[in-house]
């Protein structure tokens, strides 16, 4: 017998017909024999209807009441996905966040896991019931709700199977795997069997939209087994997320595109040192995420920082950034939304000499310009204009023959 | 300094041009130098559309995980709440009613308030905030959510006025205040400045939907100072509830209709003592509250019993007596929902002869035909068709003269 954590995303418990079907794959696995744990986001556009709710009474609302007020979104599909398996006879007990022990830090809206006191998941399990637990939520040491950010379903899950030791934690989404890049962009795209978690964490994070990059990496530290497969074709197999996968030739895993980002340039700073360290701990205070950096020679003995970061923090860095002008001491300040980023991932890369410029010929060949450049051992992004990214992918998968 | 319950009804607080209202009579009350305890319903039709989506997946889903559901109404309209008062530049938190220790029994659904722990409450209350509490819900020894069904509202801002020795409790709907009968019906219909727990307690049992029943014992119970007021007119001085009013020469305090009655008769039953007793304790071991009983002479030295309950048990009626027909002993049911109910209230009844006579003669001059009589110390409630009760309720406050 088996433990294994389901976690199903908000498109696939969006209504009742979706509900049966998902409770159908449920039913199939405990059938079978496995103890299960289902972890379940809000019904599709819940949150973005409360959001709007919210924004209609108070345009800047404290994250700890957004915290109040999107959590009823999943616990309002736990406890219909929990009737529908009622329905179809099954013991069952839909448990939200707090019931079930998930503690977190108070950084509402982002709050990151501390730790799962499991015993009432283990007690509901004992009695042979089907566990359907709120995603995305948790309780903080105030005893107040807080919410993991979006797409944090991912991560409660993986939180979940590595709390109760589980075999197996599948997530369940719209497609029925990881694939080489897009499929609907780019036909011939493959699906891969197994991937790496590091390159999953950088396919996560560049924007795949598969799983969320902090639930990698918490497979990661807790080597949780982790199965991405689909809700829609369940009897097809999924990729498998795993430490290390077995040898292939293929250098490159994947090609990811990004339309979320901002690129900020802080022009004209004084080129002193610990000006950058004084910008990125700034924006790490606020919790804000930056991607590629790059640094360059300004005029007259300055230099110039770019950075890129999604385009929900644009206005709180350009906030933060106009207040400390003073401290970090930058010229001008300017940026740009219009842009898009493109990356190919993979484990084999670092070991692999020409793999970037292979990249840079492709999109050379289909004529697009690239205005930054960023690197990791497994990942080469770069920011193009926005609107060219499909074909920039395209480009790259044909390059690097990734359909074949 | 004085500690102000409110409660707000789900109509009041529907959308954000009422949540903002409310939101005025809120920090109109902070600004006057009190602390204050709001609870809310849930917004609008919320709680219906909740039961519909439930019904829809599941006909008959477990009372768990409906509570499980509803509560999020509530959990909606309290943090929206709290967001508006954010918005106007006051300090609020909003709490769900596990997290302001409202401690309650297993009887989901319909669970009654055991004790409330209100160290949170204080401590909130403490730092000068405007406490939002979601109505309606509570928490069971196994650390589940339950509600305290329908209306079960009011009774939450009584617990917790009770609790925290609020100065006063005042529970605003859309009227303003408790009127000798409904408005809509007799425009000569008077307001009430002030009425006993007792007749309130009738008034609301009774259907005149201005508080519900169990928040009334439980003021009397505590002693808490209650007062019914208008939302929509918040200036206006609403109806006191107290034990003792001022001595008046008016017996009969108001009339009162309810549809939602059905009538049920066991007839043919053994003429043998411990009959009605095995019936009714039955019923109430399924919680099932009957109103008016009427015992009669049957055939052939049987007897019928007679009783009135809501329309929604009528089922669950139905199926208790055929599951312990032998038991009872009876010949045949038979039942009857078109039917209504229609009351006087007062505390000045039981010593004042010829009250009952005056309304059946009412009743009477207005041709309508009375199937069942019940009375108490400070009521008397007749069953007369349905569609006859607005003709019956004019007729009786016409002959007592209630709206001079």
Redesign the interface.
Known sequence: MSLIVQKFGGSSVAD?TK??RVAGIITDTYKAGNNVIVVVSAQGDTTDD?IE??K???????K???D??L??GE??S???L???I??MGFPV??L?G??CGVHTDSNYSASRIKKVKAE?LNAELDKKRIVIVTGFQGINKY???TTLGRGGSDTSAVALAAACHADLCEIYTDVDGVYTTDPRIVPEAKKLDEITFDEMLELASLGANVLHNRSVEMAKKYNVNLCVRSSITPNVEGTVVKEVVKMETMVVRGVAKDNDVARISLCNIEDTPGKAFRIFSLLAKHNINVDIILQSIGREGTKDISFTTSEGNLQQVLDICEANKEIIGYGDISYNTNVSKVSIVGAGMVSNAGVAAKMFEALYDANINIHMIGTSEIKVSVLIDQGMENKAVKAIHDKFELGN
Chains 1, 2 share one sequence.
């Open positions: 009742a509900l049966r409360l709710k919210a209609e009474i108070n345009p800047n609302p404290s700890r009441e957004m109040m007020l959590s009823t616990q309002i736990a406890s219909l929990a009737m529908t009622e329905n007990i839909s939200t707090w019931q009432r005893d107040d709700i």
